[in-house]
T-cell receptor
Framework: DAGVIQSPRHEVTEMGQEVTLRCKPI?????LFWYRQTMMRGLELLIY????????DSGMPEDRFSAKMPNASFSTLKIQPSEPRDSAVYFC?????????FGSGTRLTVV | SQQGEEDPQALSIQEGENATMNCSYK?????LQWYRQNSGRGLVHLIL?????REKHSGRLRVTLDTSKKSSSLLITASRAADTASYFC?????????????FGTGTRLKVLA
C-alpha cells in the first residue's frame, strides 16, 4: 500500500492565484480529513468527509477555501484567490475506523 | 479550536533517559491517540487508548489516561536519538458516527546522543 498520496509536495504561487491541492486516500478508508499546520496555530482541522460526503467544514477559514471528494479515491482542496496568510503545510489524512494515516503534506507558499 | 494541550512544549534529554509528555483536554472523549511527527513529514500514529482503558503499552511506549482529570501521558523509555520528533495527542469529539480528531499543540522532543 502506497499510503496517503498528496500532490504537489511543494507549491509556490503568487497572491491572487488559484491553488489546488490533491489527495488520494488509502483504498478502503471511508473518512478523509484536510488539516493545515502552521507554527502559530498548530494543526487545524479544515474539513472532513465520510463516505465522500462533507460532514463538517466548520474549520474552513473562509469562502476562498473549498474542498471536494468526487469519489472514494480522490479529494481536492482549492484556495481561490490565495493570500500570503494561507502559507502553511496542508495535510490530508484518511481512516477506516480509529487512527489516521497522514500523507506527507503539501507545503504552500503564497508570495 | 484545539482540544488538547501538551506539556512541556519542548523537552531535551540524553539518550537512554526516559521522556514523559503530558496532554490535557477539555471535553469528554471516546478515544485518545498519540502521534509522532518528524521534521518535514506527516504525522505517524503511535498508539490509541480508549476512554475505558487506564494504561496501554506498545514497545518502549507507555500511555496512561485519567478521564477524571482529562489528561494523558506518553512515556518513552530508554530514549534514542531517532525518537527526536514532535509528539501530539489527539482526541475525538463525541459526535456519533464520526472519527473527527482534534490535535493538541505538540511537544518537541530532542534526544541528545
Amino acid at each position: 500500500d502506497a499510503g496517503v498520496i498528496q500532490s504537489p509536495r511543494h507549491e509556490v504561487t503568487e497572491m491572487g492565484q488559484e491553488v489546488t491541492l490533491r489527495c488520494k486516500p488509502i483504498s478502503g478508508h471511508n473518512s478523509l480529513f484536510w488539516y493545515r499546520q502552521t507554527m502559530m496555530r498548530g494543526l487545524e482541522l479544515l474539513i472532513y468527509f465520510n463516505n465522500n460526503v462533507p460532514i463538517d467544514d466548520s474549520g474552513m477559514p473562509e469562502d476562498r477555501f473549498s474542498a471536494k471528494m468526487p469519489n472514494a479515491s480522490f479529494s481536492t482542496l482549492k484556495i481561490q484567490p490565495s493570500e500570503p496568510r494561507d502559507s502553511a503545510v496542508y495535510f490530508c489524512a484518511s481512516s477506516f475506523v480509529g487512527y489516521y494515516t497522514f500523507g506527507s503534506g503539501t507545503r504552500l507558499t503564497v508570495v | 479550536s484545539q482540544q488538547g494541550e501538551e506539556d512541556p512544549q519542548a523537552l531535551s534529554i540524553q539518550e537512554g533517559e526516559n521522556a514523559t509528555m503530558n496532554c490535557s483536554y477539555k471535553t469528554s472523549i471516546n478515544n485518545l491517540q498519540w502521534y509522532r511527527q518528524n521534521s518535514g513529514r506527516g504525522l505517524v500514529h503511535l498508539i490509541l487508548i480508549r476512554s475505558n482503558e487506564r494504561e496501554k503499552h506498545s514497545g518502549r511506549l507507555r500511555v496512561t489516561l485519567d478521564t477524571s482529570k482529562k489528561s494523558s501521558s506518553l512515556l518513552i523509555t530508554a530514549s534514542r536519538a531517532a525518537d527526536t520528533a514532535s509528539y501530539f495527542c489527539a482526541t475525538d469529539e463525541r459526535a456519533s458516527g464520526t472519527y473527527k480528531y482534534i490535535f493538541g499543540t505538540g511537544t518537541r522532543l530532542k534526544v541528545l546522543a
